[in-house]
């Protein structure tokens, strides 16, 4: 009898263990409301459903996701990972190519089911299940672009002239500030900022156009996407050399010089919520954002997100301005014409090299972007939607509304963008502190002319070729 009960008491424990759950970690990095949501709402659907123990850990920054691997190896099934950092993981054999745990088919149905899926791809082979898709667009006061369009030509001798003192002919022969934000280039965002720097608003009369300025990896972001939209390359992004570097740093010394930017955005140190404090204090009337900092603005009602606008009726959305060279010809003509393209970021989800089960890593990552967690997510935190299916019919699943609107236009900038990504390169973290440095520098403290007045195109390509292209030059014997 005593035998018998032994058995059975050893037969329930194998039996418990043989069906107890596999408990897998995944490691993110999220805003509060979007993690208290993953926590609370997505990771929870899955444990039921699949009959798992998912745990969510958290690292603290992007360059702390290598450690965070290597401190959880063995128990973590899935990683959210930034586009600046997939090609270094793949490089260092943290992450598993999709080719080794799936089929044929189940990797055409992958591609059939997301898109952009290509820029998950290193060395042929897929690494990566897009999370979500990020670029920057314009926002801007609606009623405000309307006011300024109205008056414009009443201001267009006083804009001349103070173009003509810096460029030598003043607005491009054939200019007109355009009706539609989406057709603007560089020179309609310095009228319509001169207009509004220069008409009193509830009294005051200021700056208005502004973006990030705290010495950060955001305000470098807007330096290397106006370098791609003057039409650079990655080449010369990486080396800090060339018409399109310059070009950029040009543009942003006149927007300084000229009273365009909202000096405010350095003084006090703007990052992205310093410039939804903007939009709400009538300090900012434009600027370039994410989608996520869209929805900020607006606001959603969720997780607290209660916008930053007295109207949200006011907002509007547009893609990317035009970039050109500062420089025009003799006839008036723009030297350089450049593009509307910028980079495409965001995040990937990755499955680590030492996952301790790859195929139900791959079915967390299919759960978390299935398309109730998609529409849950784009609608409150405006992640741009990363399912075709999703992207083929938004007016039906964001009822046409403002959601709509922005991802409308996000998807014609991912269109702009095309392959453009943040460069992959191993020393990019320092020279991303460079371009600060360098805008610091040239922009803030005035180092665009040995007198600080009229920026000087000459005068800025001597600084960055003497005292910042040597620097960049020093990072490339470490790759």
Known sequence: MKNWKHSILLLGILFLTCTSSLTMKVLIRMVDQQEAFFKNEVVP?????????VEVVH?????SVDFALDQHAGVVGLVKVPFEKSA???????????EN????????????????????KIRDKQYYIPRK???RIMVYLKSKVADAIEVWRKHRDAINAILKEYNGFGLPATFIL?????????????VIGWIWAHTAYEGKMGPKVAHRGKRYSGTAQRLIDRIFQCDGEE???????????VDAFHWEAVYAAAGIYNDKMWQDAWSGAGVWQGFADGEVFLSFMTQLDCFFIHGTGYEGMKGYLKNTEDMGVAVMPEGCSFILTNKGEVKRKGRKAITTGGWWWGIPKKSPDPKLSYTLARHITNMENQIQGCSRFGMIPVRKDILSDMQMFFGGNWISRIYNVSFKQLMNNKYIVVPQHPQFNEIRNIYLDAWFDIVVNKNW???????????IERVLTSNYMPKVDELAKYE
């Open 101 to 120: 745990i799936l089929t044929g088919e189940e990797l055409r149905e992958f591609n059939e089911t997301y898109m952009l899926t290509s820029l998950g």
């Open 88 to 98: 270094s993981l793949v490089k260092s054999g943290k992450v598993l190519p999709l």
């Open 449 to 459: 002319s040995p007198d600080k007045k009229v920026p000087n195109r000459d005068h």
């Open 59 to 63: 690292y603290n920054s992007v360059d």
């Open 133 to 135: 898709f990020e670029t």
């Open 178 to 190: 355009d009706d539609d934000p989406n057709l603007w280039d560089y020179y309609d965002i310095f």
């Open 235 to 245: 080449e010369a992004v990486v080396s800090l050399n060339g018409k399109s570097v």
């Open 45 to 53: 659907q899955f444990n039921e459903k699949e009959k798992q123990v």
